[in-house]
C-alpha cells in the first residue's frame, strides 16, 4: 500500500525458484501463487506457504524426475500488486518469427493478459530495435474481445470491446518505448532470450503502472538443444508418417493435432508443429505461428501446400494418417524437402528458410525481359517481400482478408446495415499492398471462396446453398453476376475503388477468376463500369484462364480484357479431368496431374499466341515454373509476358528466365549465322 500509495491494495504472492548451476531450468507450475491476497495477517501466511511449497510431493517428485539436487534448488517469494490490467500482453527479446536477435516483439491487447497468452485475440503488434529502441513496425488489430476481472465476483469474465476501442492501439510510443527498455533489462540480467508477460495497471500513473509479471527463458529459438551427433541422429530416424513435400524446410517440435478451427484457436501455439486434416482460409491465423503443417489430406496445389510456401513455413500433405498416428504433445522432425516426419528430435531444429531479402542477394538478381510477378495472399507479409526484385503482384488473393480481416458474410453485413465494414476492411488491406510498392502493379484477383468456404464466414449459412462439388460450382464470374450476390460483388469494387481514387493508388488493377463464357464477363465488365471501374489506360481488368473454353475461345475472350493469368493448376485439372487435390491417382502414376502434359503444354502455347495476335498480355500464376524448370523453357520460347511466383522463389525464377532467354537468344543467333553463311555460300 505504502509504494502504491492505494489502501487496502490486493496483491498477488508468487513463488519463484531456479537452481544453482542450473539457471535454465524451469520450475513453472510446481510451487504455488496465491492471488487476490489482502491484508497483513493473509499476506504472511501466503508468503509462507509459498516457501514451504518447495517440499510439497509435487514438487519433490518433480525434482527427482529431472535430477535436482534439493538442497540446491532455491525460492524467493515476490509481492506484487494485483494488476487492474488496462492493457496487458507478451514480450520476446528475440524475433520469434525470425530468430533476429536484435529485435524486440511486443503483443498487446486490451484487458488481463491471458486473453493474447491463449491466443483468444489477435493483439496488436511491435517490432522494436533492441539498439535503438525505435519503433520498426505496427501493426494494429481489431481487438473484439478483452478478459477483465468483475469486482463483484472476483471471476475473469469476457466482454466484448466497445467499438471506438477495437481498431484503436492498446499501447503509447512511449509505453512501446519503456517495455522493450525493461526487456532488454531483463534479457541482460538473465543473459539470454526472454519470454517475458506484462501488464499496464489502470489505477497508477505512468511509469509506476508497467508490470512485468514473468520472465523466462524464451524456447523456441534462444534455447534449442544443440545438434546431436550425425550417428545418433541416423539411429533415432524412425519414420511416423510419409506425405507429399508441399513447402520446403525442416522444423523439429512438438505436435498439436486439431481436427477444428475452434480447437486451433484453443490449443495451436508459436512454433507448435500443426496436425489437422487439412486446411481453408479460416486455419491461416493459426498456420502463420505453427512451426511446421502435416495434414491427412491434399495434394502439392491444396490450400494447405499453396499459404505454406507463401509463409515459408515448412508443410507436408496428403499423409492419410497423421492425426490418428501423431500424438499431441510428442515431439516430432518434420523433413518436408522429402515429406517424411520422424519420432522425436533426430536433428538441430532449423527454421524454415524465409523469401531472401538481403541487398546483395537482390544487386545480384539479373535483368530478364520476361517480367516477374509474386503470388501473395497475407498482407501485411509484403512488408519482408517488398525488396525482393519483382515487376508487381501477379496474382494477390484477397480470401485472407474476408475471413481473417472482415470474418463476415458480405450478405450478412448488409442486412444488419454495416456493409461499409466490409469495404473499410477490403480497401485497406489491398492498400497495405499497393502502397508498399507502388507504382509497380497489384493484380487483385477478386473472390473466389467457394460455397462451402462463404459459409464458414459469420451469417453464411443463411446465404450459401450445399453443393455436392463445389470447386465445379457457384463461384467466380457466375457468383458476381447472379441476382443472390451481385449486391456483395459490389462492396468489393467498391473497395478497389476506393483505394484507387481516395488514395491514389491506380497501381491496382482487377482480375476475374474461374470464368467460363464470353456472355458473363460482359456482365461482369458492366458491373465493373457501374461501379466506376472502367478499363482504361490506368486500369486493367485479367481474366484468369483456368477454364478450357477460355483457350477454345481465346479470340473471342482477348476482346473483353486486357490480360490473362494462366492457372495452371485449374487449368491442368479440368483438361486432364484429374482432381488436383486426389492422392489416388498421384500415387498410381504422377503424370495423371501434370501441368508438362502434352494438352495443358499446346493449350498453353495456343492460348498466347491468340492472346499476342490481339496485343493482349499473357501471365501465368501457377506452381509449375517454380517446380520444373524445363517448363520455364517452354513458356520462355512461347513467349509468355510474365511470370508469378511465390516469394520464396522470386530470385531462384529471375535467374532461370534470364538463363533460358540468354540461352534462346544464342540459339537464335547461332541459327542466324548459319543462315548467313548459307545465303553467302549460295
Same mark, same amino acid.
Given at each position: 500500500?505504502?509504494?502504491?500509495?492505494?489502501?487496502?491494495?490486493?496483491?498477488?504472492?508468487?513463488?519463484?525458484?531456479?537452481?544453482?548451476?542450473?539457471?535454465?531450468?524451469?520450475?513453472?507450475?510446481?510451487?504455488?501463487?496465491?492471488?487476490?491476497?489482502?491484508?497483513?495477517?493473509?499476506?504472511?501466511?501466503?508468503?509462507?506457504?509459498?516457501?514451504?511449497?518447495?517440499?510439497?510431493?509435487?514438487?519433490?517428485?518433480?525434482?527427482?524426475?529431472?535430477?535436482?539436487?534439493?538442497?540446491?534448488?532455491?525460492?524467493?517469494?515476490?509481492?506484487?500488486?494485483?494488476?487492474?490490467?488496462?492493457?496487458?500482453?507478451?514480450?520476446?527479446?528475440?524475433?520469434?518469427?525470425?530468430?533476429?536477435?536484435?529485435?524486440?516483439?511486443?503483443?498487446?491487447?486490451?484487458?488481463?493478459?491471458?486473453?493474447?497468452?491463449?491466443?483468444?485475440?489477435?493483439?496488436?503488434?511491435?517490432?522494436?530495435?533492441?539498439?535503438?529502441?525505435?519503433?520498426?513496425?505496427?501493426?494494429?488489430?481489431?481487438?473484439?474481445?478483452?478478459?477483465?476481472?468483475?469486482?463483484?465476483?472476483?471471476?475473469?469474465?469476457?466482454?466484448?470491446?466497445?467499438?471506438?476501442?477495437?481498431?484503436?492501439?492498446?499501447?503509447?510510443?512511449?509505453?512501446?518505448?519503456?517495455?522493450?527498455?525493461?526487456?532488454?533489462?531483463?534479457?541482460?540480467?538473465?543473459?539470454?532470450?526472454?519470454?517475458?508477460?506484462?501488464?499496464?495497471?489502470?489505477?497508477?500513473?505512468?511509469?509506476?503502472?508497467?508490470?512485468?509479471?514473468?520472465?523466462?527463458?524464451?524456447?523456441?529459438?534462444?534455447?534449442?538443444?544443440?545438434?546431436?551427433?550425425?550417428?545418433?541422429?541416423?539411429?533415432?530416424?524412425?519414420?511416423?508418417?510419409?506425405?507429399?513435400?508441399?513447402?520446403?524446410?525442416?522444423?523439429?517440435?512438438?505436435?498439436?493435432?486439431?481436427?477444428?478451427?475452434?480447437?486451433?484457436?484453443?490449443?495451436?501455439?508459436?512454433?507448435?508443429?500443426?496436425?489437422?486434416?487439412?486446411?481453408?482460409?479460416?486455419?491461416?491465423?493459426?498456420?502463420?505461428?505453427?512451426?511446421?503443417?502435416?495434414?491427412?489430406?491434399?495434394?502439392?496445389?491444396?490450400?494447405?501446400?499453396?499459404?505454406?510456401?507463401?509463409?515459408?513455413?515448412?508443410?507436408?500433405?496428403?499423409?492419410?494418417?497423421?492425426?490418428?498416428?501423431?500424438?499431441?504433445?510428442?515431439?516430432?522432425?518434420?523433413?518436408?524437402?522429402?515429406?517424411?516426419?520422424?519420432?522425436?528430435?533426430?536433428?538441430?531444429?532449423?527454421?524454415?528458410?524465409?523469401?531472401?531479402?538481403?541487398?546483395?542477394?537482390?544487386?545480384?538478381?539479373?535483368?530478364?525481359? =520476361?517480367?516477374?510477378?509474386?503470388? %501473395?495472399?497475407?498482407? @501485411? #507479409?509484403? $512488408?519482408?517481400?517488398?525488396?525482393? /526484385?519483382?515487376? *508487381?503482384?501477379?496474382?494477390?488473393?484477397?480470401?485472407?482478408?474476408?475471413?481473417?480481416?472482415?470474418?463476415?458474410?458480405?450478405?450478412?453485413?448488409?442486412?444488419?446495415?454495416?456493409?461499409?465494414?466490409?469495404?473499410?476492411?477490403?480497401?485497406?488491406?489491398?492498400?497495405?499492398?499497393?502502397?508498399?510498392?507502388?507504382?509497380?502493379?497489384?493484380?487483385?484477383?477478386?473472390?473466389?471462396?467457394? =460455397?462451402?468456404?462463404?459459409?464458414? %464466414?459469420?451469417?453464411? @449459412? #443463411?446465404? $450459401?446453398?450445399?453443393?455436392?462439388? /463445389?470447386?465445379? *460450382?457457384?463461384?467466380?464470374?457466375?457468383?458476381?453476376?447472379?441476382?443472390?450476390?451481385?449486391?456483395?460483388?459490389?462492396?468489393?469494387?467498391?473497395?478497389?475503388?476506393?483505394?484507387?481514387?481516395?488514395?491514389?493508388?491506380?497501381?491496382?488493377?482487377?482480375?476475374?477468376?474461374?470464368?467460363?463464357?464470353?456472355?458473363?464477363?460482359?456482365?461482369?465488365?458492366?458491373?465493373?463500369?457501374?461501379?466506376?471501374?472502367?478499363?482504361?489506360?490506368?486500369?486493367?481488368?485479367?481474366?484468369?484462364?483456368?477454364?478450357?473454353?477460355?483457350?477454345?475461345?481465346?479470340?473471342?475472350?482477348?476482346?473483353?480484357?486486357?490480360?490473362?493469368?494462366?492457372?495452371?493448376?485449374?487449368?491442368?485439372?479440368?483438361?486432364?479431368?484429374?482432381?488436383?487435390?486426389?492422392?489416388?491417382?498421384?500415387?498410381?502414376?504422377?503424370?495423371?496431374?501434370?501441368?508438362?502434359?502434352?494438352?495443358?503444354?499446346?493449350?498453353?502455347?495456343?492460348?498466347?499466341?491468340?492472346?499476342?495476335?490481339?496485343?493482349?498480355?499473357?501471365?501465368?500464376?501457377?506452381?509449375?515454373?517454380?517446380?520444373?524448370?524445363?517448363?520455364?523453357?517452354?513458356?520462355?520460347?512461347?513467349?509468355?509476358?510474365?511470370?508469378?511466383?511465390?516469394?520464396?522463389?522470386?530470385?531462384?525464377?529471375?535467374?532461370?528466365?534470364?538463363?533460358?532467354?540468354?540461352?534462346?537468344?544464342?540459339?537464335?543467333?547461332?541459327?542466324?549465322?548459319?543462315?548467313?553463311?548459307?545465303?553467302?555460300?549460295?
Amino acid at each position: 500500500s505504502s509504494s502504491t500509495g492505494l489502501k487496502n491494495t490486493l496483491v498477488a504472492v508468487r513463488s519463484s525458484a531456479t537452481a544453482e548451476d542450473l539457471p535454465d531450468a524451469s520450475f513453472a507450475g510446481q510451487h504455488e501463487t496465491y492471488l487476490n491476497v489482502s491484508g497483513e495477517k493473509a499476506l504472511l501466511e501466503s508468503i509462507q506457504k509459498c516457501w514451504s511449497s518447495l517440499f510439497t510431493p509435487r514438487a519433490i517428485f518433480y525434482r527427482e524426475q529431472k535430477g535436482f539436487e534439493h538442497g540446491k534448488v532455491l525460492i524467493s517469494v515476490a509481492v506484487q500488486k494485483m494488476v487492474n490490467s488496462r492493457v496487458a500482453g507478451v514480450i520476446f527479446t528475440i524475433n520469434p518469427t525470425t530468430g533476429d536477435k536484435g529485435q524486440i516483439v511486443i503483443e498487446g491487447s486490451w484487458g488481463l493478459g491471458e486473453a493474447v497468452v491463449s491466443g483468444s485475440v489477435t493483439p496488436d503488434y511491435y517490432i522494436v530495435d533492441k539498439e535503438t529502441l525505435r519503433i520498426l513496425e505496427r501493426r494494429i488489430a481489431k481487438k473484439h474481445m478483452e478478459i477483465v476481472r468483475d469486482p463483484k465476483t472476483g471471476e475473469n469474465v469476457h466482454l466484448e470491446v466497445p467499438p471506438d476501442r477495437q481498431e484503436k492501439p492498446c499501447l503509447t510510443d512511449e509505453e512501446i518505448s519503456y517495455l522493450a527498455e525493461l526487456a532488454k533489462r531483463i534479457e541482460e540480467h538473465y543473459g539470454t532470450a526472454q519470454d517475458i508477460e506484462w501488464a499496464i495497471d489502470w489505477d497508477l500513473p505512468y511509469p509506476k503502472n508497467v508490470f512485468i509479471v514473468q520472465s523466462r527463458a524464451e524456447t523456441v529459438w534462444a534455447m534449442k538443444a544443440p545438434p546431436k551427433p550425425a550417428a545418433a541422429a541416423k539411429a533415432e530416424r524412425e519414420v511416423a508418417v510419409k506425405g507429399l513435400a508441399a513447402s520446403p524446410g525442416v522444423y523439429a517440435g512438438k505436435a498439436k493435432v486439431v481436427l477444428t478451427v475452434e480447437e486451433a484457436a484453443e490449443h495451436v501455439k508459436r512454433g507448435d508443429l500443426l496436425v489437422t486434416r487439412m486446411t481453408n482460409p479460416d486455419w491461416v491465423p493459426y498456420m502463420r505461428v505453427a512451426g511446421a503443417i502435416v495434414t491427412d489430406e491434399g495434394g502439392t496445389t491444396c490450400h494447405a501446400a499453396i499459404v505454406s510456401r507463401e509463409l515459408g513455413i515448412p508443410c507436408v500433405v496428403g499423409t492419410g494418417n497423421a492425426t490418428q498416428t501423431l500424438k499431441t504433445g510428442e515431439e516430432y522432425t518434420v523433413d518436408a524437402n522429402v515429406g517424411v516426419i520422424y519420432h522425436g528430435i533426430v536433428e538441430e531444429a532449423k527454421p524454415a528458410p524465409a523469401a531472401p531479402t538481403a541487398a546483395v542477394e537482390v544487386e545480384a538478381a539479373p535483368v530478364t525481359g =520476361t517480367k516477374i510477378l509474386m503470388n %501473395l495472399g497475407v498482407p @501485411e #507479409k509484403i $512488408e519482408d517481400y517488398k525488396h525482393l /526484385p519483382f515487376d *508487381g503482384i501477379g496474382l494477390m488473393r484477397i480470401e485472407f482478408i474476408m475471413s481473417s480481416y472482415i470474418g463476415k458474410h458480405p450478405l450478412y453485413l448488409i442486412e444488419i446495415g454495416q456493409p461499409q465494414e466490409f469495404v473499410d476492411k477490403m480497401a485497406e488491406g489491398i492498400a497495405e499492398v499497393a502502397r508498399a510498392i507502388y507504382p509497380r502493379p497489384v493484380v487483385v484477383r477478386l473472390s473466389d471462396f467457394k =460455397t462451402n468456404e462463404y459459409r464458414k %464466414l459469420k451469417g453464411g @449459412e #443463411k446465404y $450459401e446453398p450445399h453443393e455436392d462439388n /463445389p470447386m465445379l *460450382g457457384w463461384r467466380g464470374v457466375s457468383r458476381y453476376i447472379s441476382s443472390q450476390y451481385e449486391e456483395a460483388f459490389k462492396l468489393e469494387c467498391k473497395a478497389v475503388r476506393k483505394v484507387r481514387e481516395e488514395q491514389g493508388l491506380i497501381n491496382v488493377w482487377v482480375m476475374l477468376p474461374f470464368v467460363r463464357t464470353t456472355w458473363e464477363v460482359e456482365k461482369c465488365l458492366e458491373i465493373l463500369e457501374s461501379e466506376g471501374l472502367r478499363r482504361g489506360r490506368d486500369f486493367k481488368v485479367w481474366l484468369m484462364a483456368e477454364v478450357p473454353s477460355i483457350v477454345f475461345m481465346a479470340d473471342e475472350f482477348s476482346k473483353l480484357c486486357d490480360g490473362f493469368s494462366i492457372g495452371s493448376n485449374d487449368l491442368t485439372q479440368l483438361i486432364l479431368g484429374t482432381d488436383r487435390d486426389s492422392q489416388i491417382l498421384p500415387a498410381i502414376d504422377k503424370r495423371y496431374f501434370d501441368e508438362r502434359d502434352p494438352a495443358v503444354k499446346r493449350a498453353i502455347a495456343y492460348l498466347i499466341k491468340v492472346a499476342h495476335k490481339h496485343g493482349v498480355t499473357v501471365s501465368i500464376c501457377g506452381q509449375a515454373p517454380s517446380v520444373y524448370p524445363e517448363f520455364v523453357d517452354f513458356l520462355i520460347r512461347c513467349g509468355i509476358d510474365s511470370i508469378s511466383v511465390n516469394p520464396d522463389v522470386v530470385i531462384q525464377t529471375k535467374k532461370m528466365v534470364a538463363s533460358v532467354e540468354r540461352r534462346v537468344m544464342l540459339e537464335k543467333l547461332i541459327e542466324g549465322g548459319k543462315t548467313e553463311e548459307t545465303n553467302q555460300e549460295t
